[in-house]
């Protein structure tokens, strides 16, 4: 017991030369089985020819060695000459081995190896002699025993429990060896950072269990894409790493990550059902790195850029999409405090009954006007509010912008006109939307058909059922309700039957080229005829000359948005507009003269006292 607190190895070769020296042997041996089942291997002794040691396999076709491994009994042989039980290992015959006892080694699993000492000449090997090589065995099947566990709780901390690929931890180390080695032998790796495309939803509709099955099922056709040299690991949740080497002049990575994509045209067949996932991957070579953690942040930044160009694409990091992605981690951090810092504006964008000119509605338009960046547009920051959520908080904010907004002109103005508003997928489907549009109304004392809600075909798509039923209690509210860019997405008129709709709004794609393009004038004058025949309203967008204004008129679309009316604008300006004349004349050019127009209103309103 004095002996176990040292390596397995050194223990080893300490327990043979004991043997060797205590029992006076020409030679000893420990024998280890190997994993290859029927073999064996020298992995300690005293005596033997040199460079045995640690190379000699025993086939394991003798009946001797496996005598002593299996065997519970120690095996002694007094002679192998003169006996007919067992048949002699090779590695005995080489050495002249006359004599030999020896004894099993047991491991967790079932015999680990053996123990034996064997002579040139004849020995009688006595009781006390076996006894001794039992003891020595005894205390070697403990470490070995004690090694083995603590393998078992190496391996688990370094590798992931679900897959059994090795886990950040260990991948981390890796990279570092390779760091370390970099300078002197000049081969670069790459990173691959791989991200399955549409994990989620798989989760949430099929369960966690199936989640776990497609994972596992994932990891193991990763390996059968890659180099058996090549790193796979896990790191978290849908997110695994490929590391490859990556010698100059050649596209390894490029050439796995396309295997990888094609790899997965096949779908994986999980116990309820067949599933299809992309992935979106991204490369960084560690030369663009000083560390492992830098790497795979970079890896993790091109995964991203990636994923912003759709799925199962593919991106190489560069500097530039590392300034990218700081940037976009740094306006997302911004956008928390937009809210708080009365940064956030709406504007106002009139919609004109195009027979008279007169104002029949108003668009609400999200600005942010950030303290270094200036006047954000949505597009710029929209995105961002709804990944981090931050949508449903902003969109409660314009929601009650606009309502008293609307109010006002109502109560002061006597202009019953309808405030439109724009949702996206997340707001449509957070539970208390209606909710706060009811006392949104209440606190406004705005009545519900002078709210609009504005809704592309895409968010109606996410999850349709529950929009329906969504969309129909904001109709009990009287909520006019709109279909947003109407032709950019599914284009289907059907599902209008289903969806209690008042209005289609043209895309201004289809307005732009009204009066030059044949196909788009069709495409136009249909939808304007359908949504005629099914009782909707139409609105053209974006309609910015007198050209497209006369064709619209022809086509008989009598609402319409755009710069050739008025530019969006601040809530002073619109309310100015408001009130006299009650038409605006269109005028081309607009954009120039107007868009410069939004000074900051003075914040009328603290968000915090309402979130
Ligand atoms: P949208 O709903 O299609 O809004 C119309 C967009 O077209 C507005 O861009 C408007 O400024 C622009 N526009 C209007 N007339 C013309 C024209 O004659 N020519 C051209 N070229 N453009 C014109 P904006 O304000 O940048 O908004 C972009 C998009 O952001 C909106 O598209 C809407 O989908 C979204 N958005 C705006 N406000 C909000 C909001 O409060 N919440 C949410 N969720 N989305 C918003
Ligand atoms: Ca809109
Ligand atoms: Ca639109």
Same mark, same amino acid.
Request: hydrophobic content about 40%; proline content about 4%; glycine content about 6%.
């Given at each position: ?13 300490? !327990? ?5 020296? @205590? ?14 089942? /029927?073999? &064996? ?39 192998? *000459?003169?006996? +007919? ?44 002699? @076996? ?12 470490? @070995? ?12 901390? =370094? *590798? ?17 060896? *390779? ?18 495309? $549409? ?23 990763? /390996? ?87 799925? /199962? ?9 590392? &300034? ?13 405090? #937009? ?17 008279? *000119? ?5 668009? #609400? ?13 949505? +597009?710029?920051? @929209? ?46 489907? $957070? ?65 209008? +039957? ?34 005629? !025949? ?36 601040? =809530?002073? +300006? ?38």
């Amino acid at each position: 017991t004095a002996l176990t607190g040292l390596p397995l190895k050194i223990l080893l070769d300490q !327990a043979s030369s004991l043997v060797h020296e @205590v029992l006076d042997v020409d030679y000893c041996g420990i024998l280890e089985t190997q994993p290859s089942y /029927g073999s &064996t291997k020298l992995i300690s002794g005293m005596g033997w020819k040199p460079g045995l040691v640690d190379i000699a396999h025993l086939s394991g076709s003798d009946s001797y060695s496996r005598a002593i491994i299996v065997g519970e009994q120690p095996v002694v042989v007094h002679d192998f *000459h003169s006996q +007919k039980q067992f048949t002699m290992p090779s590695l005995f015959r080489e050495h002249a081995v006359v004599s030999s006892a020896g004894v099993n080694i047991p491991g967790q699993h079932g015999p680990w190896g053996a123990l034996f000492a064997a002579t040139r000449t004849k020995r009688e090997f006595t009781y006390d002699d @076996v006894v001794f090589l039992q003891l020595v065995a005894n205390t070697l099947s403990s470490a @070995v025993m004690r090694n083995d566990t603590e393998q078992q709780v190496r391996h688990q901390a =370094l *590798h992931d429990t679900l897959t059994g690929l090795p886990n950040r931890a260990l991948l981390l180390d890796r990279l570092q060896q *390779h760091f370390a080695r970099a300078t002197r032998t000049g081969v670069d790796v790459a990173a691959l950072f791989i991200d399955l495309d $549409d994990f989620k939803p798989v989760n949430d509709t099929l369960g966690h269990e199936a989640g776990d099955e497609l994972l596992m099922a994932f990891a193991e056709r990763l /390996g059968t894409l890659v180099r058996p040299t090549d790193t796979i690991s896990r790191l978290a949740g849908d997110e695994f790493v490929v590391v490859v080497e990556e010698p100059e002049g050649h596209s390894v990575s490029r050439a796995i990550a396309e295997r990888i994509s094609d790899g997965l045209s096949e779908p994986f067949r999980l116990s309820n059902g067949m599933v299809t996932v992309s992935a979106s991957i991204g490369i960084a070579l560690a030369s663009t790195a000083d560390n492992p953690e830098t790497l795979l942040r970079n890896a993790d930044a091109a995964m991203y850029q990636a994923k912003r160009s759709g799925s /199962g694409k593919c991106a190489i990091f560069d500097e530039t999409l590392h &300034t990218l992605h700081l940037q976009h981690l740094q306006l997302k951090q911004a956008l928390r405090g #937009a809210i708080d810092h009365n940064q956030l504006r709406v504007l106002y964008q009139p919609i004109v009954r195009v027979n008279d *000119h007169s104002i029949s509605d108003v668009e #609400a338009l999200l600005r942010w006007e950030h303290p270094d960046l200036g006047l954000l547009s949505p +597009k710029e920051f @929209v995105g961002l509010a709804e990944d981090s959520g931050l949508i449903i908080p902003i969109g409660r904010w314009v929601i009650d912008q606009a309502c008293q907004a609307a109010s006002q002109w109502h109560r002061i103005q006597h202009r019953k006109i309808t405030v439109h508003i724009n949702l996206s997928p997340r707001q449509l489907s $957070d539970t208390d939307l209606v909710e706060h549009t009811k006392s949104a109304l209440q606190r406004h004392e705005l009545p519900g058909h002078h709210l609009g809600f504005e809704i592309t075909e895409s968010t109606l798509s996410t999850d349709t059922e529950a929009a329906i039923a969504t969309l129909n209690q904001l109709k009990k509210l009287g909520v006019h309700l709109s279909i947003d860019d109407f032709g950019t997405g599914y284009s289907s008129l059907s599902y209008l +039957k289903q969806i209690p709709m008042d209005e289609v709004k043209i895309d201004r794609s289809f307005i732009e080229k009204l009066g030059t393009d044949q196909h788009d004038q069709a495409i136009v004058t249909a939808v304007v005829r359908m949504t005629d !025949a099914l009782g909707l309203q139409v609105t053209a967008e974006g309609v910015e000359n007198q050209r497209q204004l006369r064709q619209l008129q022809d086509i008989g679309c009598n609402s319409a948005q755009g710069f050739l009316f008025a530019q969006p604008t601040t =809530l002073e +300006k619109i309310t100015t507009l408001l009130e006299k004349p009650s038409t605006i004349p269109p005028v081309e050019g607009q954009r120039l003269h107007l868009s410069t127009d939004v000074s900051p209103p003075t914040p009328q309103w603290d968000f915090s006292a309402h979130s």
